[in-house]
């Protein structure tokens, strides 16, 4: 399809494993992001890539967390020694070019990351 | 501390009349607002934004409203439709921010037949 891709769309894990998270975006699209939605919560920020570089990665919760964006095309969120507290959808988005102020975000459908 | 509020989880509106969503936001650096609709097990898609220099955007059914001064908005979506139901996001960016937007927790807005 023509949208924002990611895979795997769940995972469950268990507590301290190694998980990574691969979003496809829109083909042409500059910037990429990843938010975290927890139940009941709205989307969190976590990272911004504008090409291959983070722009902007200040909503990454702690040092666990690291994403890369190596060809400025798809990118891996990576989450090491993972706990019951990162169980959360994980939502990625693009966007023709960078800045919100474009007005809009394309999501995609997320993936749900459960760690036992 | 949430900078942007959603005060009503959720609401529930008659096919046909008008539903109002509200929003509240503490940052005044804010100058982009925004609206996503979320379906089940789908992706936040965009809905319609506002800049802080004007008051009111209209999009066909979709109207968001801005008072600065109360650091207020709203979406109205007059005639409400079965296919509205969903969850409903406020979002709002600073000058400069690129993609951070910060989303408020949502309004699940079900609209009955």
């Known amino acids: 399809g023509a949208g924002v891709s990611q895979t795997p769309s769940n995972k469950v894990t268990e507590k301290g494993k190694y998980v990574e998270l691969r979003c496809d975006p829109i083909?042409?699209?500059?910037?990429l992001y990843w938010y975290r939605q927890s139940l009941g919560q709205g989307p969190e920020f976590l990272i911004y890539f504008q090409g291959t570089g983070a722009a902007d990665d200040s909503g990454l919760p702690n040092d666990r967390f690291f994403a890369v964006r190596p060809e400025g095309s798809v990118s891996t969120l990576k989450i090491q020694r993972t706990e019951r507290g990162d169980s959360a959808v994980y939502l990625c988005?693009?966007?023709?070019?960078?800045?919100?102020?474009?007005?809009?975000?394309?999501f995609g459908e997320g993936s749900r990351l459960t760690v036992l | 501390d949430q900078q942007v509020k959603q005060n009503s989880p959720s609401l529930s509106v008659q096919e046909g009349r008008i539903s109002i969503l509200n929003c509240d936001y503490t940052n005044s650096m804010f100058d982009y607002f925004l609206w996503y609709k979320k379906y089940p097990a789908e992706g936040p898609t965009f809905l319609i934004s506002i800049s802080s220099i004007k008051d009111k955007n209209e999009d066909g059914r979709f109207t968001v409203f801005l008072n600065k001064s109360a650091k207020h908005l709203s979406l109205h979506i007059v005639p409400s439709q079965p296919g509205d139901s969903a969850v409903y996001f406020c979002a709002a960016s600073a000058l400069g921010s690129q993609g951070n937007l910060i989303f408020g927790k949502g309004t699940k807005l079900s609209v009955k037949p």
């Open positions: 988005a693009s966007s023709p070019r960078p800045g919100a102020n474009t007005g809009e975000l394309f």
């Open positions: 083909s042409g699209h500059t910037a």
